[in-house]
């Protein structure tokens, strides 16, 4: 079955509600955003939640040293890597479970992925002012051309509506949502939680 992360937590209340309805994995950003959390406060989440669920920290071009000190701050399973991070950052990091990020407008994108050695590889949507919560899909169909070992997790402009057809196509490893489950920039609805944890899992 393929497993759901939502992205742009910010909150305990939805991070529960996210958990109780099966959500896999909980992102925190902590790259400039309208969902950026204080390291604080992601830290008293992570600490209230259950074990098996992963909590992932999003990052763009950051150093690996802040990155670190982060994860160790908040005792984050694993780290997203939002922006144009060299492959030599990801072997810094490797203490951590890496998630690299990759924006897709074309064939051509998939090109610089076979670079990369992390443990798992996201395709998002590509949007020139934002690295990461655009709400803009790609062609799934390119994801065909990506001969990899390593998991796929596909996100950019997921919704309930159209993530079962994403999954069809791509039989991605994992599914990343976070504007397609709020009702306005940065604000969880829980309806939407629950009819996109149960699209993707149905």
Same mark, same amino acid.
């Given at each position: 079955?393929?497993?759901?992360?939502?992205?742009?937590?910010?909150t305990?209340?939805?991070?529960?509600?996210?958990v109780?309805?099966?959500?896999? /994995?909980i992102?925190?950003?902590?790259?400039?955003s309208?969902?950026?959390?204080?390291?604080?406060? /992601?830290?008293?989440?992570?600490?209230?939640? !259950? !074990?098996?669920?992963?909590?992932?920290?999003?990052?763009?071009?950051?150093? /690996?040293?802040n990155?670190?000190?982060?994860?160790?701050?908040c005792g984050?399973?694993?780290?997203?890597?939002?922006?144009?991070?060299?492959?030599?950052?990801?072997n810094?990091?490797?203490?951590?479970?890496?998630?690299?990020a990759?924006?897709?407008?074309?064939?051509?994108?998939?090109?610089?992925?076979?670079?990369?050695?992390?443990?798992?590889?996201?395709?998002?949507?590509?949007?020139?002012n934002?690295?990461?919560?655009?709400?803009t899909?790609?062609?799934?169909?390119?994801?065909?051309?990506?001969?990899?070992?390593?998991?796929?997790?596909v996100?950019?402009?997921?919704?309930h509506?159209?993530?079962s057809? /994403?999954?069809?196509i791509?039989? !991605?490893?994992?599914?990343?949502v976070?504007?397609?489950?709020?009702?306005? !920039?940065?604000?969880?609805?829980?309806?939407?939680?629950?009819?996109f944890?149960?699209?993707?899992?149905?």
């Open positions: 079955m393929t497993k759901v992360k939502i992205c742009g937590i910010k305990l209340s939805d991070a529960k509600f996210a109780d309805y099966g959500v896999d /994995a992102g925190f950003v902590f790259a400039k309208i969902r950026n959390i204080s390291k604080e406060k /992601a830290r008293a989440i992570v600490q209230k939640l !259950p !074990p098996f669920v992963t909590t992932v920290g999003l990052f763009v071009n950051d150093t /690996a040293e990155i670190e000190a982060i994860c160790r701050f984050l399973d694993a780290i997203q890597l939002h922006g144009n991070e060299r492959p030599s950052l990801l810094k990091l490797k203490v951590f479970k890496t998630i690299k990759f924006r897709i407008q074309n064939e051509k994108d998939i090109i610089p992925i076979r670079k990369y050695k992390p443990d798992a590889i996201l395709l998002d949507g590509y949007s020139e934002k690295m990461g919560g655009t709400g899909s790609f062609d799934w169909k390119i994801v065909k051309g990506l001969r990899t070992s390593i998991p796929v997790i996100a950019g402009g997921l919704t509506l159209n993530v057809q /994403a999954i069809r791509v039989n !991605p490893y994992a599914v990343d976070s504007s397609g489950v709020e009702s306005s !920039p940065g604000k969880k609805d829980r309806k939407l939680i629950k009819k944890i149960d699209a993707a899992k149905g």
